[in-house]
């Protein structure tokens, strides 16, 4: 590994490895160090969004993304009081603003990772290094230098080592050890669930396109239609991941069948509680987002709830953001405080409304639901759905494409690549 680079980001998640692109396309050399050895984490969100997939096409990535094995969805479903379903968004509402792609797109994450990281080696100023895991901070003179490191040599041994950097970015997630070891004030709010994530296969022809969450007392489900097999959330109330391992994987089957009859007869496909992995959903938020020679970005930033599925969008946009504000004096080796504090300043008021809407979207239909209160749907947000579609339609845009959303910078813009021609017998 070089000692030294000008821009190391740890974490080769959405944010890092679209930092990584980005920063790179400009000329800025840049290190992404990612602690798995590969992308394939179980469970990773998986919702492109419309301004994502806009994203990818500015950049030349466009083609590359749509050849992905992926699904498409169009409708938000849940479950009525009466019974049934009720559509409460409907992403084709979208056109009327001019989104170029009114659907989300749900692609495994490793897929998507993997076109980041190969477009990344194309660019001369970028190194990507699996399985290292940063393990501590290099501070000089009062600001972060770089981080230490131990690095899987692919043998069954690992080493040791540090690299050093003008700029170091924390792309590592919710539970972020460069978060930790920054002191940086954090604002948490609460959160009254858990999800709990498994799979369960899906067959020819059944569902696509739709998203759909189902309720029972106490507990619900979100139904995620991918390809090859359905992404099932679980969620309950927050604290009871012991009780529900401790009733053993039979009682998981029995919960699920009720909830889910339709899937009753698959959920012998579950043989081990092993295979359902449990996220501690938080939400919160750092008062400030760098020290000097650090920044934190998407979720070591703000870690955002599940619900909406908007985590991935905010810490891709979180990335063209950085990327626009800082390539010119990571350029010239004069990247300061006041730099890394106008990321923050353009990225704020989003990541507060996102974060607003999801503590409205708590309040009116998860924590209900989660503790038992309702069977199905209520609340304003959801009756105000119903009744207004102008309503219905600015919340999917709020959803889709995000309160501002970023365009690729001019210096990292590519023009697809032609595709080769295929030439026909007779023709």
Same mark, same amino acid.
């Given at each position: 590994m070089m000692p030294r680079t000008t821009c190391c980001v740890v974490g080769g998640g959405p944010a890092g490895m679209m930092l990584g692109l980005l920063l790179a396309r400009a000329g800025v050399e840049v290190t992404v160090l990612e602690k798995h050895t590969d992308f394939r984490d179980d469970f990773r969100g998986d919702t492109v969004h419309p301004a994502t997939v806009d994203l990818l096409e500015d950049l030349g990535l466009g083609d590359r993304f749509a050849a992905l094995p992926r699904s498409r969805v169009t409708e938000v479903m849940l479950p009525a009081?009466?019974?049934?379903?009720?559509?409460?968004?409907?992403?084709?509402?979208?056109?009327?603003?001019?989104?170029?792609h009114p659907y989300m797109t749900i692609v495994p994450q490793w897929d998507l990772l993997t076109l980041l990281a190969d477009a990344g080696r194309a660019e001369p100023a970028f190194r990507l290094r699996m399985g290292t895991e940063a393990t501590s901070v290099i501070k000089e003179h009062g600001r972060v230098a770089g981080v230490r490191y131990r690095a899987d040599t692919g043998s069954g041994t690992r080493v040791d080592g540090e690299i050093?950097?003008?700029?170091?970015?924390?792309?590592?997630?919710?539970?972020?050890?460069?978060?930790?070891?920054?002191g940086l004030p954090v604002t948490t709010y609460k959160v009254p669930f858990d999800t709990w994530w498994f799979q369960l296969s899906r067959r020819a022809g059944e569902q696509s396109g739709v998203l759909s969450r189902t309720a029972g007392r106490g507990r619900f489900a979100v139904v995620i239609p991918r390809p090859g097999y359905f992404q099932i959330g679980y969620v309950a109330a927050k604290g009871t991941d012991g009780r529900l391992r401790a009733r053993g994987i039979a009682a998981f089957r029995d919960d699920i069948a009720e909830l889910l009859p339709d899937y009753a007869g698959r959920v012998g496909e579950l043989v081990s509680m092993d295979?359902?992995?449990?996220?501690?959903?938080?939400?919160?938020?750092?008062?400030?987002?760098?020290?000097?020679?650090?920044?934190?970005?998407?979720?070591?930033?703000?870690? /955002?709830?599940?619900?909406?599925? /908007?985590?991935?969008?905010?810490?891709v946009q979180d990335a063209v953001a950085a990327a626009t504000t800082l390539a010119e004096p990571l350029r010239r080796g004069a990247v300061g405080s006041s730099d890394l504090a106008r990321v923050r300043r353009r990225r704020l008021p989003a990541t507060v409304l996102v974060q607003t809407l999801q503590r409205i979207m708590h309040a009116d239909l998860a924590r209900p639901l989660a503790t038992g209160g309702l069977a199905g749907p209520a609340g304003p947000l959801l009756a105000a759905a119903r009744r207004f579609p102008l309503v219905q339609a600015l919340s999917v845009y709020l959803v889709g494409v995000g309160f501002r959303p970023e365009r690729a910078p001019a210096f990292a813009r590519r023009a697809p690549k032609p595709q080769p021609e295929i030439h026909q017998p007779g023709r």
């Open positions: 009081r009466a019974g049934g379903f009720e559509r409460v968004g409907d992403f084709a509402a979208l056109a009327r603003f001019g989104v170029r050093r950097a003008d700029l170091t970015v924390a792309c590592d997630g919710r539970h972020s050890f460069l978060r930790a070891a920054s295979q359902v992995k449990h996220l501690d959903v938080r939400l919160n938020r750092l008062r400030r987002w760098h020290t000097d020679g650090l920044l934190c970005l998407g979720d070591a930033a703000h870690a /955002m709830s599940p619900v909406g599925g /908007m985590g991935v969008n905010l810490a």
